[in-house]
C-alpha cells in the first residue's frame, strides 16, 4: 500500500491533499472589476470650476467684485462660495451701478451630492452669468445751463426747507 493512499488516523481520508499544492481563495472577478473602477475614480477625480462672467451694455464697463476689481466688461472671474456678491460698474459717461446679486448653487453642488460630483471623473463648468445696462450720465444729457438752473434750484429748496423747520 502507498503512503498517499492510507488514511489519515485524524481525518479519515487519504493523505493524498497533503501533497499537493494548495491553491488560494477563489477570485470573484466582479469584485476585482468594481474595485478596480473605484480606485481609477480615486485616482482621477472630478473638477468642479466655478465663474461669474459679467457684461454689460456699453461694454467696456470696470468691474468690481466684492470692492476688488476684476477686469473691464466682458470680463469673467472664477469664485469659491455661492450667496450674494456685491457687484459695481462704473465707465466714464454713465451713472455708477451699484447692486447686489446672488450666485446660486446648481443641483451637484448641494450637500452630499457634491462628495459624489468631486469623485466622477468630469469636469463640472458652473458659469453665472450677469448683464447690466448703464444709464448714461446727467452731464451727458442736459447742457451746463440746465444743470446750473437745476443745482440752483435744488439749493433753494433745500434752503427754504431749513427755514421752514427752524423758526427761529
Known amino acids: 500500500m502507498d503512503l498517499r493512499e492510507r488514511a489519515s488516523p485524524l481525518r479519515g481520508r487519504p493523505l493524498r491533499h497533503r501533497f499537493h499544492r494548495r491553491r488560494g ?3 470573484n472577478r ?3 472589476a468594481t474595485l478596480l473602477a473605484l480606485s481609477i475614480a480615486v485616482a482621477a477625480p472630478g473638477c468642479l470650476h466655478r465663474r461669474i462672467r459679467i457684461t454689460s451694455e456699453p461694454p467696456g464697463a470696470r468691474a468690481f467684485l466684492n470692492d476688488v476689481e476684476i477686469g473691464r466688461t466682458p470680463v469673467e472671474a472664477s469664485f469659491k462660495f455661492y450667496g450674494v456678491y456685491d457687484v459695481r460698474l462704473e465707465l466714464d ?9 446672488e450666485a446660486g448653487a446648481p443641483v451637484w453642488e448641494w450637500p452630499g451630492v457634491d ?3 468631486t469623485v466622477i471623473p468630469a469636469d463640472f463648468d458652473h458659469v453665472v452669468k450677469w448683464h447690466f445696462n ?3 450720465a446727467l452731464e451727458t444729457q442736459l447742457t451746463e445751463e440746465e444743470l446750473t438752473t437745476d443745482l440752483t434750484t435744488r439749493a433753494q429748496a433745500l434752503q427754504a426747507q431749513l427755514q421752514s423747520s427752524n423758526p427761529s
Open 115 to 117: 462628495l459624489a460630483a
Open 25 to 27: 481563495p477563489p477570485v
Open 93 to 101: 459717461g454713465y451713472e455708477p451701478l451699484h447692486e447686489g446679486r
Open 30 to 32: 466582479r469584485a476585482a
Open 134 to 136: 448703464l444709464e448714461p
